[in-house]
């Protein structure tokens, strides 16, 4: 099963930028179909953007009201996934999650049942 670590999150201000990593280790990589979801406190956890594995083109996916703010990006020689989130607003603080799987399908994209590997996850908060 493969391990993800996350890193990047921090303390930004409104109209900021931050730029999230994800490392892979313990599987083949480029196989994996990977994703950046996010929750805050009594809420359910949320798609933010995916990118699939080499069977999937390496296309990406947005939940449609991040789209143009959030770019998903992956590494696959230093098998990382990148989340770049850029003006950034209140709402957007959350802690946020790498996820993996190399079986997903693309309808279940979405759908955090859909992966079986993931990270710690990282803080990101949006204050001034």
């Known amino acids: 099963q493969v391990q993800l670590v996350e890193s990047g999150g921090g303390l930004v201000q409104p109209g900021g930028e931050l730029r999230l990593s994800c490392v892979a280790s313990?599987?083949?990589?480029?196989?994996?179909?990977m994703a950046w979801f996010r929750q805050t406190s009594g809420k359910e956890r949320e798609f933010v953007a995916a990118?699939?594995?080499?069977?999937?083109?390496?296309?990406?996916y947005y939940q449609d009201s991040l789209k143009g703010r959030f770019v998903i990006s992956r590494d696959n020689a230093k098998s990382t996934v990148n989340l770049q989130m850029n003006n950034l607003e209140i709402e957007d603080t959350a802690v946020y999650y790498c996820?993996?799987?190399?079986?997903?399908?693309?309808?279940?994209?979405?759908?955090?049942?859909?992966?079986?590997?993931w990270g710690q996850g990282t803080q990101v908060t949006v204050s001034s």
């Open positions: 996820a993996a799987s190399r079986t997903i399908i693309l309808s279940n994209l979405r759908n955090d049942r859909g992966y079986g590997a």
């Open positions: 990118i699939r594995g080499r069977s999937g083109g390496n296309r990406s």
């Open positions: 313990g599987g083949n990589f480029p196989d994996y179909s």
